[in-house]
């Protein structure tokens, strides 16, 4: 019988659909995007007093004149939809604003933090797949083990543990107590990393640097686990709960039947297909990831984008607020579409 | 037959209606009890839950001091199981000499409170727009959805962390930025289920006598849907709980002295060295008060879930 696959007609037609809906896809986000700046910006524009009020605040006794010019240069005379027009033109050629504080533009702050914020993005999500995945698996092949049992009450621990105090535990625990991790930062002072693409532990094995390298996982790992922990927590109940539908259907009972090795049947049979809905499942973490970050940067003295962001609050710095509010944004928008995009081409079911 | 036996018994006070509603709402919490007491994980979060309710109520009687009562004299006081700790002071004092147990206390109401007014909040304003999108459709569904798409392109915290940033600090401002976005999820479940409520044959035969449109909703869908909004809004309490304590954490929420246990954590962290109890049992508080709330809610789940009922 032929399938899918061998079926060079079906098999353009499976490519256009699923293109069709990519494209779908793709534009259905265009307005979103557009509604989030805007809905930024309005955001800003409900601060009682404007910017120009804000930064007079830290500046003292100035003129009138002085202040209206002010107004001028910032465009805040201007009528609100000619400001929006204007914010909008502007956040398409990626400028989005100066800083109040650091009288530099939005963008080159949020692109010198990113990296270090991404860095401790992947760790996490690496240290919650390398968990969760194996974890998910033996409690599936183990149902109603102790060991099963154990690790899910665990996970439920996870999800219902607020990561502030998850960091606060490990620091306590780790650094404070058994003094085997540093609390705060990303990388000791003194072991003359050269810094290449900002992302340190790339960094230091790109320069052969390994006294940084060692000193950049050690500050990495706390931060990592706590801000991985919620997400290995999900994904384990995630992965056990579809490792138990896929084995329960026929190709693996075929599979079993064929002789093949147990090892093989879970790994290559059964977890290929459970990892489908783990994918989705990452799509939504990313967004509970990228308020993590703000909390865990907090705790650890991260120098990444959730620190800036939240020192630019206390700074009533407003146009790097919603400069970051809205990275953030788009960053889990792009995430979730190309999840999206992943999914189709990962569920046979949407080929078909 | 039989009913036409029982028929004189109902007479008296039993035939009076709302003894009759009364009843019947006794006789299906009794029934929803035994269901829970299957199970013990779901009646135990359900109990913790009930005894931090009452400790939040009763707060005023039960704790031992003024829960912003400053005594420098008492600083850093430890728990009364370590050396130096007094049974005056059971889980210690802070840096300004505050019992930490009466401020663990206390903080279970701006937890309980928020955590309730926020979901309460986001069921009325969400559900009430769903059950009108979900029924009417139309332009104000296409509207209202669209509104929602928008809200979910921002993951939750940041988004509350905005709002709170450009709002200020304080108790109102912070049911605010909860609820701003929590009403999303409440608003698609809603609708979803009117959707599919709306296509059975009740839903037509109500049409079909001549029901309006209000009673229909509220007196035949509503019913039907309550369920899984109950079991959403228990396992978003949870979660609103650690909402409000990760903003008091980053000092955008409760403000100190008010005893909130996420301010109270951010406070002990400078203390970590000598007095790690600071910040260590709030964090206690939260995470088993949070976790019961998620067990219970589970529970619920499972409960109302008929699939996972036959498995």
């Known amino acids: 019988m032929p399938c899918a696959a061998s079926n060079p007609t079906r098999t353009k037609g499976v490519r256009i659909l699923r293109t069709a809906k990519i494209i779908q896809r793709i534009l259905a986000t265009v307005p979103i995007v557009l509604g989030v700046v805007i809905l930024v910006f309005v955001f800003m524009r409900f601060i009682p007093g404007d910017p120009v009020d804000l930064m007079m605040g830290q500046s003292g006794n100035v003129s009138r004149q002085e202040i209206a010019d002010l107004r001028a240069q910032f465009n805040l005379d201007a009528p609100v939809y000619v400001q929006l027009y204007d914010y909008l033109g502007k956040a398409v050629q990626g400028n989005l604003g100066e800083s109040y ?45 102790i060991l099963d049992r154990a690790s899910m009450g665990i996970s439920f621990l996870g999800v219902s543990m607020p990561g502030f105090w998850l960091g606060i ?147 009533r710095d407003y146009p790097l607020v919603q400069g970051v509010v809205m990275f953030y944004a788009l960053v889990f928008v792009m995430a979730n579409l190309g999840v999206d995009i992943l999914y189709t081409y990962l569920n046979p079911k949407i080929s078909l | 037959m039989s009913k036409n036996n029982s028929a004189p018994a109902l007479a008296g006070p039993s035939a009076d209606p709302r003894f009759r509603a009364v009843r019947r709402r006794m006789h299906r919490l009794l029934e929803f009890l035994t269901e829970l007491k299957g199970n013990p994980a779901a009646l135990i979060g359900l109990l913790v839950l009930l005894f931090y309710i009452g400790m939040a109520a009763f707060a005023p009687i039960i704790s031992p001091h003024s829960p912003v009562r400053i005594h420098l004299d008492e600083r850093l006081l430890p728990p009364f199981w370590l050396p130096g700790g007094t049974l005056n002071h059971p889980l210690g004092t802070d840096v300004l000499g505050m019992d930490l147990l009466s401020r663990i206390i206390y903080g279970a109401r701006i937890s309980l409170a928020v955590g309730f007014l926020s979901v309460g909040i986001s069921v009325i304003f969400g559900g009430i727009l769903g059950l009108l999108a979900g029924y009417f459709r139309g332009l104000f569904d296409e509207i209202i959805c669209r509104a929602a798409d928008l809200l979910l392109a921002f993951p939750f915290l940041i988004f509350a962390i905005g709002v709170m940033a450009f709002m200020g600090p304080g108790f109102v401002n912070l049911i605010l930025a909860l609820t701003f976005k929590g009403w999303v999820e409440f608003f698609r479940l809603v609708r979803g289920e009117v959707m599919a409520e709306k296509t059975k044959e009740y839903v037509e035969a109500a049409n079909a006598l001549g029901v309006s449109h209000l009673r229909t909703i509220l007196g035949e869908i509503l019913p039907n849907i309550i369920h899984s909004v109950t079991v959403l809004g228990t396992l978003r309490l949870g979660y609103m709980i650690i909402m409000e304590a990760s903003l008091s954490f980053l000092g955008l929420g409760i403000q100190p002295p008010t005893p909130a246990w996420g301010s109270m954590i951010n406070a002990g962290r400078d203390y970590m060295m000598n007095a790690w109890w600071i910040a260590t049992l709030p964090g206690i508080a939260l995470l088993i008060l949070v976790l019961c709330i998620n067990l219970f809610g589970e529970g619920l789940r499972d409960l109302s879930d008929p699939r996972l009922k036959r498995n």
């Open chain 1, 169 to 315: 535990l490990l620091m306590l625990i780790f650094s404070v107590k058994l003094g085997i991790a540093p609390t705060q930062g990303r990388i000791a002072y003194g072991t003359g990393l050269v810094k290449v693409t900002g992302f340190y532990v790339f960094d230091s094995i790109l320069t052969g640097n390994w006294a940084a390298l060692r000193s950049s996982l050690a500050h990495l790992i706390l931060p990592a686990i706590t801000l991985g922990s919620p997400t290995a927590a999900v994904v384990a109940r995630v992965v056990r709960s579809s490792m138990l539908e896929v084995m329960r259907q026929d190709y693996i009972v075929l599979a079993r039947a064929k002789g093949l090795r147990e090892f093989r049947v879970v790994v290559r049979h059964a977890l290929r297909n459970a990892l489908i809905p783990t994918v989705t499942v990452l799509g939504t973490e990313v967004g509970a990831l990228l308020g993590g970050n703000m909390i865990v940067e907090t705790v650890f003295g991260w120098p990444g984008l959730g620190r800036l962001a939240v020192t630019a609050i206390f700074n």
């Open chain 1, 101 to 145: 504080m650091e009288k530099r533009p939005v963008i080159d702050l949020i692109g010198q933090a990113l990296p270090a914020t991404l860095e401790l993005s992947l760790m996490a999500i690496l240290f919650a797949l390398i968990v969760a995945i194996p974890i998910g698996v033996y409690s599936a092949v183990k149902q109603n083990s």
